[in-house]
């Protein structure tokens, strides 16, 4: 089992700046972010993988920056230029395979963290 520990979040202006990080506690393949708004699905923001790949969703290119440290398995979530339809639950994810015999087929595990409240107001 792995566990994700977030830290981060709050309420900030619209245009301001926020930092999110999430902790796991084993080497993992893959972290990154969703978010889910109110009445609404929940959606990729970004991610990162352990050779460093990152996806974004096209609603926070150029405005979020997402990177890992591999060394201590935690993933950073830099959010730059905030605008209120950014306001969510901020959670983190992460996957990673292991493999149940030496004959079985590698089985992807993933994993949630807790959540994190993003609200952008002024």
């Known amino acids: 089992q792995v566990q994700l520990v977030e830290s981060g979040g709050g309420l900030v202006q619209p245009g301001g700046s926020l930092r999110l990080s999430c902790a796991a506690s084993k080497s993992v393949s893959a972290m990154g972010w969703y978010r889910q708004a109110p009445g609404k699905q929940r959606e990729l923001v970004a991610s990162?993988?352990?050779?460093?790949?990152?996806n974004y969703a096209d609603s926070v290119k150029g405005r979020f920056t997402i990177s890992g440290d591999n060394a201590k398995s935690t993933v950073y979530l830099q959010m730059n230029s905030l605008k209120p339809e950014d306001t969510a639950s901020y959670y983190c994810h992460a996957y990673r395979y292991t493999q149940p015999c030496i004959d079985c087929p590698a089985v992807r595990n993933e994993y949630w963290g807790q959540g994190t409240q993003v609200t952008v107001s002024s």
């Open positions: 990162i993988t352990s050779a460093d790949v990152t």
